[in-house]
């Protein structure tokens, strides 16, 4: 199974910019899929994931109130809506995929990984 993530891209400060992110086996059954990012010389950071039981979403506090994860679970289809991005939200934005349980913004708990998609904000 691969994740395909789609939408970086250069943006300026205060734009907006979504993120796709699809899974390339249509019969694959995650339980959770998530956002991370990652900066040069950062470690990997926990952004938003959206649990397909009861589509539960979650949001790390430094983008909560500007970024909303959405997803629908049969199209193995997630979205991360970016909105008054900073020049800190430059990041490589990866998309995860799990299939069991785990610590929702633990990296580890996730066992599928697409390459990632740059996103740059300039001031």
């Known amino acids: 199974v691969q994740l395909q993530a789609f939408g970086g891209g250069l943006v300026q400060a205060g734009d907006s910019l979504t993120l796709s992110c699809v899974a390339s086996?249509?019969?694959?059954?995650?339980?959770?899929m998530a956002w991370f990012r990652q900066s040069p010389g950062e470690e990997r950071e926990f952004v938003a994931a959206?649990?397909?039981?009861?589509?539960?979403?979650y949001e790390s506090d430094s983008v909560n109130g500007r970024f909303t994860i959405s997803g629908d679970a049969a199209k193995n289809t997630i979205y991360l809506r970016m909105s008054s991005l900073k020049v800190d939200d430059t990041a490589v934005y990866y998309c995860?995929?799990?299939?069991?349980?785990?610590?929702?913004?633990?990296?580890?708990?996730?066992?599928?990984w697409g390459r990632g998609t740059l996103v740059t904000v300039s001031s």
């Open positions: 995860a995929a799990a299939t069991i349980y785990g610590p929702i913004r633990h990296f580890r708990s996730y066992g599928y």
């Open positions: 086996t249509r019969t694959f059954r995650s339980v959770r």
């Open positions: 959206i649990s397909w039981s009861g589509i539960n979403t």
